[in-house]
């Protein structure tokens, strides 16, 4: 009985021997108390997508649209980022078309300088007037401070028209609605302009150089969204913690939008919620369409965010910007590679 007792004991210490050694990675050494112990690598992006957890709100309704709070648990710290117009109205930012000489010009691109304190944060669908025409940003694109000019991807949102005097921009003050966004991310300039042709005849904003401009500046247009903006901020959660909406139109999900930083999202949710509402007008209330519940919201974003294929990897200055599609959505995820957390993630219902 003694002698089974003690193989039974050695046996035991071998096997914890073997599985101390396992983990401190050293062969054949056991893991003492205080020793540092290196978990296989995991990309930071993922790393900090996995700690943030999000919750869902209650809905709200207006009219012929939804609109769920996502909340984040995650308490920072957050990075702070410069906007398109806080830096143009500081004059630390600086937007022109390539190497600022008409003769260099280039539909697809302008170039961009940051000379503030902070890194500055342009939003995929953001909208920029002046140079030869007015534009959209392409995708999420974060400048850092101190560079020089760099190149960042855009669409042309006025078809009409390729000359100006100024080869600088303004801000636009606007996101581009769900539609033209989606039309962004498929990388056809011939999409972008099909969505913004859409839009404005929709609206009644024709133009002779077919601008975009004329959607968003219009007074009418404006006034229709008024409302619904009021409606919806309204009933809000008045909480820090809020990143992020999932936008619905008769039940159905066009968008959802999630920040892993709550500040972030709260400088640029008034321009997102003009831009679903934009989206919106001109669709008729479906009576019978069954209403987007909170629990209903939280899976079709589940379901969009897993089984990822036909994924492509784009860097746009700090930004590394993921695209993917399933069979529900398109998926787009930003990361600040500096400090490695996922700044907004975006999926656009097919």
Not at 19 to 48: I, L, Y
Not at 126 to 145: H, P
Request: charged share 20%; hydrophobic share 35%; aromatic share 6%.
């Amino acid at each position: 009985m003694r002698a089974k007792k003690i193989t039974f004991s050695l046996i035991s210490t071998m096997v914890l021997m073997i599985c101390n050694a396992a983990v401190a990675g050293t062969p054949g050494k056991p893991r003492q108390v205080g020793d540092t112990v290196h978990a296989p690598a995991v990309p930071a992006a993922v790393s900090a997508s996995n700690r943030s957890q999000t919750r869902f709100g209650e809905p709200i309704h207006y009219h012929n649209i939804t609109i769920v709070p996502v909340e984040t648990t995650d308490r920072g710290p957050y990075q702070h980022y410069t906007l398109l117009e806080e830096g143009l109205r500081a004059k630390t930012f600086a937007v022109r078309e390539l190497a600022g000489q008409s003769g260099q010009a280039r539909v697809g691109h302008v170039e961009v300088k940051n000379s503030g304190q902070h890194p500055v944060y342009l939003v995929g669908g953001e909208m920029i007037l002046g140079g030869k025409q007015d534009r959209i940003i392409s995708q999420d694109t974060i400048v850092d401070n101190g560079g020089g000019w760099m190149k960042v991807g855009v669409f042309c949102v006025e078809q009409g028209r390729w000359t100006g005097q100024n080869m600088r921009f303004s801000a636009g003050s606007a996101i581009a609605h769900v539609a033209l966004r989606k039309a962004a991310r498929s990388g056809s300039q011939s999409e972008v302009w099909k969505a913004v042709a859409a839009k404005n005849r929709q609206q009644g904003t024709q133009s002779s150089t077919q601008t975009y401009r004329r959607t968003i500046q219009n007074a009418k247009v404006r006034e229709k969204i008024a409302p619904y903006r009021r409606a919806v901020t309204s009933k809000l959660p008045k909480s820090s913690s809020l990143a992020g909406l999932v936008f619905a139109v008769n039940g159905r999900v066009r968008v959802a939008d999630i920040f892993g930083n709550p500040l972030l999202f709260s400088a640029i949710r008034d321009k997102l919620l003009s831009a679903y509402i934009l989206e919106a007008l001109g669709t008729q209330v479906d009576r019978h369409a069954k209403p987007l519940s909170k629990d209903g919201a939280q899976g079709w974003v589940t379901k969009a965010s897993t089984s990822k294929r036909h994924m492509k990897q784009v860097t746009s200055g700090r930004a590394i910007n993921q695209t993917y599609d399933n069979d529900d959505a398109i998926g787009a995820e930003a990361v600040d590679k500096k400090t490695g957390k996922t700044v907004r993630k975006s999926y656009y219902a097919h």
